[in-house]
Structures are given as C-alpha cells and as structure tokens.
C-alpha cells in the first residue's frame, strides 16, 4: 500500500526555474494539502483541495500554484523558484473532513541556488 | 482562526524520566487535536488524536495527552522516556466545521539523555 507518494525526494534549483512537485495518493481520499517545513517555523500550510476541482491558499501561498484535476494527484508548481523557497515540502491527505488526521508522504528537500 | 503554540523548542529528559510536551490552542469553535512524530529525514506520523469524548486520548508507543477546554491546552506525556522517543513532536489543530485546514505548531525536539 503505497499511501501518499512524493516525488522527487530531493532536488536542486536555479533561481528562476519552474518545477513541479508531483504528489500522489492511493487512499481515494478528499483532502489534500501542501505545507513547506523550515527549521523553526513548524509545518505551513501552502494550498489545500477540499476534492477534485476544488482549491484555496493557506498560510503562505505566494510563489506557488496548484490544481487538482484528479482525486488521487495535486501537483505543486513553482513558477519561478527563489532562494527564499528552498525548504522541505510536505504533501499530505485525509479523508474528509472533521476528526480525521493527515496522511504525509515522505518528503521532498528542495534548494534554490 | 486556529492557532497552536508549543513551548519549548528543545526539550531534554533523561531516560527513564517523565515526557512532557507542552500544547496549548486558540480556536473559535470546538476543534480537533493532533499529536504527530516525525523521525530524522522522514514524513510526519499520527500519535494520538482527540475528537470528542473521553478527554484522556492514549496513542502509539505509550504516550497520552489530555484535552483540557478550561485551559484550552493539549499537552502530550509519556511516564518513561526511551532512546527511541528521540524525534521531533508536532501539536496540531483542525476547526469542527467543513473548514479543512490542520494548522501546526512549531515542533518540538525532544533529546533522550542517556
């Protein structure tokens, strides 16, 4: 059981380029989320999807864009990649709403030179 | 709005010694509480979670916390720290209503001394 799949795990960016972090879940779950982690500053929360077609931003959503044409993938894009969003980005799924808990993928560490 | 703060960034227990994590959570409408773990260089994992009901909720690898609305806290306690409990620990907060956010706090890293 695959669960939430994040891929790459790492990558390294020039200022400027656009990337996409792929996301990726096997559960047939609703809610979807993005948050970045950066030493002190705790999980935050970038995009979220409530299901298919459906987005909003969350705490820091500057810089990125998001879509979810699928249940099972919501893609996050860099448009163009600064040094400030070099961090670890976390994707995570829940099945619905109310007292259910988050699912997280593994990962993936970006940096931007 | 929702919002978390856990105090103390860094927290040392000796092994053997009690855990205490501390929570506290500001939110408009009842909500749901979250304890995760995450271990050096991997994804976050669900330690214990309260929704409703019994406030005293116990979690996976012996740890508890106890939802207190009067304080409006959520503190996470283990009775006898182990080497493995060397990790980083996460409060979160989910409002009660179709609003789907889970807002996290800082963390917390706990270090085992042996």
């Known amino acids: 059981n695959a669960g939430v799949t994040q891929t790459p795990k790492f990558q390294v960016l020039k200022t400027g380029q656009s990337m996409t972090l792929q996301c990726a879940q096997d559960m047939n779950h609703e809610y979807m989320s993005w948050y970045r982690q950066d030493p002190g500053m705790g999980l935050r929360l970038i995009h979220y999807?409530?299901?298919?077609?459906?987005?909003d931003q969350g705490e820091v959503p500057n810089g990125y864009n998001v879509s979810r044409s699928t249940t099972e993938d919501f893609p996050l894009r860099l448009l163009s990649a600064a040094p400030s969003q070099t961090s670890v980005y976390f994707c995570a799924s829940s099945p619905g709403p109310m007292n259910t808990e988050a699912f997280f993928g593994q990962g993936t560490r970006l940096t931007v030179v | 709005a929702q919002s978390v703060t856990q105090l103390g960034s860094h927290v040392s227990v000796s092994e053997g010694a009690l855990v205490l994590l501390r929570c506290n959570y500001s939110?408009?409408?009842?909500?749901?509480l979250f304890w995760y773990v995450q271990y050096p260089n991997q994804g976050l994992q669900l330690l214990l979670k309260y929704t409703t009901g019994a406030t005293l909720v116990k979690g996976i690898n012996g740890f508890e916390a106890e939802f207190k609305k009067s304080e409006t806290s959520f503190h996470l306690t283990k009775p006898s720290a182990h080497m493995s409990d060397a990790a980083e620990y996460f409060c979160?907060?989910?409002?009660?209503?179709?609003?789907?956010?889970?807002?996290f706090g800082k963390g917390t890293r706990l270090h085992i001394l042996p």
């Open positions: 999807s409530v299901g298919a077609g459906i987005t």
């Open positions: 939110s408009s409408v009842p909500p749901y």
């Open positions: 979160a907060v989910r409002a009660m209503n179709r609003d789907d956010k889970i807002i």
